[in-house]
T-cell receptor, first 112, second 115 residues
């Protein structure tokens, strides 16, 4: 059974204080690992897809990296508008072609 | 591109009534759409996979007679919660993906409250 564990559950940062969110996964054949951002009361917003160990993707203050067992979402010099819940999900080669298994998320709060 | 909409965004209904939620892919065609349920401060739980022109595939523990899914066109899937009860109150989110890609794009969600 595919499993995704995210840590920490919650993270409070001061504006400009860089940090990383962790996503550990167990999957029988990783097709892709996905990062999403979710604001309260809204659907998840797609951020990144990572397909193989060593791959990195960047978007503004966010950088996602992938190893064979985990992924990190690095946030550099965050701003209050980066406050949200960040979700990690994996997609396996087995099962439905696009089925995602989600972690429980990291709730990030950036204080001004 | 890859915009998914849902309607309504919020709905309040009385116990015992049925509620229909629509999910549309606005700028692309989706042969497969997914329906999720999310409880407060919890992650997304996949309920079912909606396949255009065929029956939906439900996850274990999800009652298919209670959560009716219809995917009649390449841009529209509907979820009907039948004989709703207060425990069905939740945030329902749909997603769809572009042909040839693996990413899923999510709708804005529908907040269902059953009184």
């Amino acid at each position: 059974e595919d499993q995704v564990t995210q840590s920490p559950e919650a993270l409070r940062l001061q504006e400009g204080e860089s940090s990383s969110l962790n996503c550990s996964y167990t999957v029988s054949g990783l097709r892709g690992l996905f990062w999403y951002r979710q604001d309260p009361g809204k659907g998840p917003e797609f951020l990144f897809t990572l397909y193989s160990a060593g791959e990195e993707k960047e978007k503004e203050r966010l950088k996602a990296t992938l190893t064979k067992k985990e992924s990190f979402l690095h946030i550099t010099a965050p701003k209050p508008e980066d406050s949200a819940t960040y979700l990690c999900a994996v997609q396996a080669f087995s099962g439905s072609a696009r089925q995602l298994t989600f972690g429980s998320g990291t709730q990030l709060t950036v204080l001004p | 591109g890859a915009v998914v909409s849902q309607h309504p965004s919020r709905v309040i209904c009385k116990s015992g009534t049925s509620v229909k939620i629509e999910c549309r892919s606005l700028d692309f065609q989706a042969t497969t759409m997914f329906w999720y349920r999310q409880f407060p401060k919890k992650s997304l739980m996949l309920m079912a996979t909606s396949n255009e022109g065929s029956k939906a595939t439900y996850e274990q523990g999800v009652e298919k007679d209670k959560f009716l899914i219809n995917h009649a066109s390449l841009t529209l899937s509907t979820l009907t919660v039948t004989s709703a009860h207060p425990e069905d109150s939740s945030f329902y989110i749909c997603s769809a993906g572009l042909a040839g890609g693996y990413e899923q794009y999510f709708g804005p969600g529908t907040r269902l409250t059953v009184t």
